[in-house]
């Protein structure tokens, strides 16, 4: 084949230029790659900046607002006696209860009480009609003495058939029906002074009399009602002075309690409201029941409190504590103190620098011997006199400054001052009662 003629570039043949990469446009490509590149170290070294400088400024804020004081309440530990008690619910009962009835029938007359006020034994409360037991009481009397006439009679005419039957007048079964006559006569006075004791014992019913000391409650039955004997309630008295309050323990309890009760003959108990913060009455504890309940496993128990305050009512709820034994020396904290963690309980301990005028937070381990209500008994882990934490804690930390204000005391008798007051007290009747024997 022949090449003559035949152009050597194709595109010179259609008249086109042909195409040449200029070094010239490689370099502004790397120029525009070095630019993004650039541009983006620059933002991504922003935002790294900013993220630092903000870490920075969490940190520095965060170690000012660990540096600024917290506000919490402090409250110093104690040592004085306290006593180690067992708690149970307790339900107010009176000593002794009684539902008046009535023991003849008839009106009721209009009552000799108040509804509500206090009544001696013996006191007359209530009268029911008495006029047709007068009226039987009287006909027993005239019975009687009709009778006796009779008898009189008998026994004269029978000294005159003795003496009809000495002169042979009269015979022996004359003599013998006379004599018999007044065994009837005799018989029938016995019968007639025993309907008079009945008649009488009836009169006197009608007469309602108060059986114990104690409060009249509310009056069941209105005067002028017709009453029927034996059935119909008119009034409940019930003793509140003093007053019984039963409650239950676990029988895994009742060992130590028995023990106590047969070495102490007297344990102390103290009675408190129900939310087990204020103290209503101390008394002392009676006996425990003869049996256990096998369906709780309990035991019941029953105390007794003098209650010349009255601040025990029947079916009140209360708060038992069963005084065991005193710790002379035992130290105190309250319970809100008390915190726990992985180590176990511990309490949050303020230390003041005098130097400084700076106070501290710290915590220190401590040992718990018993809680009770709202003080802990501790073992160890503190001395008299430290201020722990009682409100604030949860703000704490280990080195954490602190502004202390002293907690606020309870009007209220504490657990250890009631118990240990109950104990003296029944110490006391205890003594007195020795005393006496």
């Known amino acids: 084949m022949s090449t003559e003629g035949t152009p050597e570039n194709p595109l010179a043949a259609n008249g086109l230029e042909p195409y040449h990469s200029s070094p010239k446009g490689s370099w502004v490509r790397i120029v525009v790659y070095v630019v993004v590149i650039a541009a983006l170290g620059l933002v991504v070294w922003r935002i790294y900046q900013n993220q630092k400088q903000a870490a920075t400024a969490s940190a520095s804020q965060a170690a000012a607002l660990m540096n600024r004081p917290v ?74 003495a009709h009778d006796e006439a009779l008898l009189k009679d008998a026994q004269a005419q029978f000294k005159r058939y003795q003496a009809l039957y000495a002169a042979g007048v009269v015979s022996k079964e004359t003599l013998d029906a006379d004599e018999a006559t007044q065994g009837q006569y005799q018989g029938a006075i016995a019968s007639d002074k025993a309907a008079i004791e009945t008649a009488q014992l009836q009169l006197n019913w009608c007469t309602i009399q108060s059986p114990i000391n104690g409060r009249i409650g ?56 129900q939310g087990d913060t204020q103290q209503l009455a101390s008394g002392y504890l009676l006996t425990a029941d003869n049996q256990i309940d096998t369906t709780t496993g309990t035991d019941k128990l029953k105390a007794v409190f003098d209650n010349h305050d009255q601040a025990l009512f029947p079916n009140q709820f209360v708060n038992i504590h069963l005084v065991m034994e005193n710790r002379p020396n035992a130290l105190v904290v309250p319970s809100a ?101």
Request: glycine share 8%; charged share 15%.
């Open 218 to 273: 509310l009056r069941l039955v209105d005067p002028g009602n017709i009453i029927s004997a034996n059935t119909t309630n008119l009034v409940i008295i019930n003793q509140l002075q003093p007053i019984a309050v039963y409650f239950t323990l676990p029988q895994v309890q009742l060992p130590q309690v028995l023990r106590k009760l047969a070495a102490d003959r007297r344990l102390p108990v103290v009675a408190y409201d």
């Open 337 to 437: 103190a008390i915190q726990s963690g992985n180590q176990g309980s511990f309490v949050w301990v303020v230390d003041t620098d005098a130097a400084k005028h700076t106070s501290t937070a710290r915590i220190q381990l401590v040992k718990i011997a018993l809680a009770e209500g709202q003080v802990t008994i501790l073992d160890s882990g503190l001395q008299p006199g430290q201020n722990v934490v009682v409100d604030g804690a949860d703000r704490l930390r280990p080195g954490q400054i602190v502004t202390a204000t002293v907690a606020k005391q309870r009007n209220a008798k504490t657990a250890g001052q009631g118990a240990a007051s109950a104990s003296s007290a029944s110490n006391g009747k205890s003594d007195n009662k020795g005393n006496k024997q």
């Open 71 to 144: 506000p919490v309440q402090v409250a110093a530990a104690e040592q004085k006696p306290m006593p180690i008690f067992l708690t149970a619910l307790g339900t107010v009962t009176p000593y002794m209860s009684v539902t008046v009835k009535a023991r003849v029938s008839g009106e009721l007359e209009p009552v000799r009480f108040t509804e509500g006020q206090q009544v001696r034994q013996g006191e007359t409360i209530m009268v029911i009609d008495p006029r047709p037991y007068q009226a039987s009481l009287d006909q027993a009397k005239g019975t009687l």
